[in-house]
């Protein structure tokens, strides 16, 4: 799952008017008169475009209603008069304090969502993004999520706002076997929250008529799969023959997004909730990474969105759930390069930073998927056999900052047995004596010594991988034995 942010803005499929048309801003994002597929509105950039530009880019692209993964003000206040309707998401770290108190709720709901009505239409306030994956705050906030959710309804009650709906986004490893349960009918919710959590969630939500909010990515279930599931299936190509039958209730599966959220509700109905009905809060595909993650790249992403929206705009439910409308996110409007973690992170974007476009899409869903000009080939879907390291980033090179760089080499000489003992006075790889040799050597002394237990290549933006072996550099060739693999 990706990583959660509190600078997220999503889009959802069910509930806007139809977008503007693309043809008058010039975007390659055309789109018939309907509602759109959402997108996940991040910020976690540098110099991507103001709230108001944002808002048209979205609308550009065919994009649905907005969730807000904070109150934030200027996103708020440019969504105002758009007619999109918008959801706010509630930090986790106040849930246990909107738990314990209903004068808290109410100070919220009076701070963060009155002042923007009737103008700025607020559809959810989720509760949460993606709690239960974090071991670390089991005991503050776990337990709290539901409780929150009362009193912030109890406070829109007392106040007449009858129109928003709670609810909360959860990742698929709340289910006991991960994103990939199989088949989906054995799907079961984890025993440390199915009692404790969720069936008080669910029955809030069946109660409230509202949805359970599920981020789903078959990107990472088909590149963790060893090969085990077809790519065509994982992309939601109409053409594929992969096929997959449940043994256990006899449906037939055409893709991969189908079976997980189909293991949802099956794990809802183990609970004796079955009915609740389910929105899509996060899904997509990445168009760039690094070079150990194999299929990210631009026609892939593209391929995916257009098929989910072609997909989507047909309402076609799932197996197990025919018909079933559901609102539907796509990750995310930009590629942020601020975003921590493994080079996917930094690319999920319909655009770049600088608000060009990644790749066309119609996010309505009406363009024909023939209608598309052609997309660069992909160049990663198989594994990458070769040696990689783990350098400092060229653009971090051109304009050094000491300080970061100092930072950052204490951190990576701090972890392991003798990580940076090659750098050290007298060391072989001591000379050349800068910042800059001594940061690529020891970025990737640690990322070859940890990679395998989840280390990554970014040490805040600092660094990237190459496939070009930096002992090869004249400076360097002296400690080539030292650049390890």
């Given amino acids: 799952?990706?990583?959660?942010?509190?600078?997220?803005?999503?889009?959802?499929?069910?509930?806007?008017?139809?977008?503007?048309?693309?043809?008058?801003?010039?975007?390659?994002?055309?789109?018939?008169?309907?509602?759109?597929?959402?997108?996940?509105?991040?910020?976690?950039?540098?110099?991507?475009?103001?709230?108001r530009r944002s808002a048209q880019l979205l609308r550009a692209a065919g994009a649905g209603s907005v969730k807000i993964y904070d109150a934030n003000p200027a996103v708020l206040r440019a969504l105002a008069g758009t007619g999109m309707a918008v959801s706010i998401m509630v930090p986790n770290q106040i849930i246990p304090d909107l738990a314990a108190s209903y004068a808290a709720a109410d100070r919220w709901v009076a701070a963060n969502l009155l002042p923007y009505l009737p103008r700025t239409r607020v559809k959810f306030l989720l509760v949460g993004n993606e709690v239960l994956s974090d071991g670390s705050i089991a005991a503050s906030t776990w337990t709290r999520i539901v409780p929150a959710m009362e009193n912030l309804h109890r406070s829109l009650r007392a106040r007449r706002v009858?129109?928003?709906?709670?609810?909360?986004?959860l990742a698929m490893d709340a289910l006991v076997t991960g994103a990939f349960p199989r088949p989906p009918s054995a799907a079961a919710f984890r025993p440390d929250i199915a009692e404790s959590v969720l069936r008080p969630l669910l029955r809030f939500l069946e109660g409230t008529n509202s949805?359970?909010?599920?981020?789903?990515?078959?990107?990472?279930?088909?590149?963790?799969?060893?090969?085990?599931?077809?790519?065509?299936?994982?992309?939601?190509?109409?053409?594929t023959r992969a096929r997959y039958v449940d043994p256990g209730t006899g449906l037939a599966y055409t893709n991969l997004l189908d079976e997980m959220l189909d293991a949802v509700g099956a794990a809802m109905s183990k609970l004796g909730h079955g009915g609740v009905r389910i929105a899509i809060a996060e899904t997509g595909w990445p168009n760039g990474g690094?070079?150990?993650?194999?299929?990210?790249?631009?026609?892939?992403?593209?391929?995916?969105?257009?098929?989910?929206?072609?997909?989507?705009?047909?309402?076609?439910?799932?197996?197990?759930?025919?018909?079933?409308?559901?609102?539907?996110?796509?990750?995310?409007?930009?590629?942020?390069?601020?975003?921590?973690?493994?080079?996917?992170?930094?690319?999920?974007?319909?655009?770049?930073?600088?608000?060009?476009?990644?790749?066309?899409?119609?996010?309505?869903?009406?363009?024909?998927?023939?209608?598309?000009?052609?997309?660069?080939?992909a160049d990663n879907?198989?594994?990458?056999?070769?040696?990689?390291?783990?350098?400092?980033?060229?653009?971090?090179?051109?304009?050094?900052?000491?300080?970061?760089?100092?930072?950052?080499?204490?951190y990576a000489c701090g972890q392991g047995n003798g990580t940076c003992g090659a750098i050290q006075p007298g060391g072989e790889c001591f000379q050349p004596n800068t910042g800059a040799a001594h940061a690529s050597y020891a970025f990737n002394s640690y990322w070859q010594q940890f990679r395998k237990t989840g280390?990554?290549?970014?040490?805040?933006?600092?660094?990237?991988?190459?496939?070009k072996d930096p002992s090869k550099h004249p400076e360097t060739q002296h400690c080539s034995a030292l650049y390890t693999l």
């Avoid at 069910?14 to 043809?23: E, G, L, M, Q, V």
């Avoid at 799969?225 to 299936?233: A, I, Q």
């Fill in 381 to 410: 879907d198989t594994p990458y056999k070769g040696p990689i390291w783990c350098v400092l980033a060229a653009h971090a090179g051109r304009k050094l900052n000491e300080t970061a760089v100092g930072d950052a080499l204490t």
């Fill in 1 to 51: 799952e990706l990583v959660a942010n509190a600078c997220y803005v999503a889009l959802s499929v069910s509930f806007s008017p139809a977008a503007a048309d693309a043809s008058r801003s010039g975007s390659p994002f055309r789109h018939g008169r309907g509602r759109g597929l959402g997108v996940n509105y991040g910020r976690v950039a540098d110099d991507i475009p103001a709230p």
């Fill in 162 to 169: 009858s129109r928003v709906k709670l609810g909360t986004t």
């Fill in 290 to 377: 690094d070079y150990d993650q194999v299929g990210a790249n631009v026609r892939n992403a593209a391929v995916y969105n257009r098929n989910l929206a072609a997909r989507m705009a047909r309402n076609p439910g799932t197996p197990a759930r025919p018909g079933a409308r559901m609102p539907v996110f796509v990750f995310s409007l930009y590629n942020e390069d601020l975003k921590p973690g493994p080079g996917t992170e930094r690319h999920w974007g319909l655009y770049y930073a600088n608000g060009t476009a990644v790749y066309p899409v119609d996010l309505t869903g009406r363009r024909p998927l023939w209608a598309y000009p052609p997309l660069p080939a």
């Fill in 455 to 467: 280390a990554t290549c970014y040490f805040n933006n600092l660094a990237e991988q190459t496939i």
């Fill in 211 to 239: 949805y359970y909010f599920v981020d789903a990515y078959t990107y990472f279930v088909w590149a963790g799969s060893n090969g085990t599931v077809p790519l065509d299936y994982a992309l939601l190509q109409p053409a």
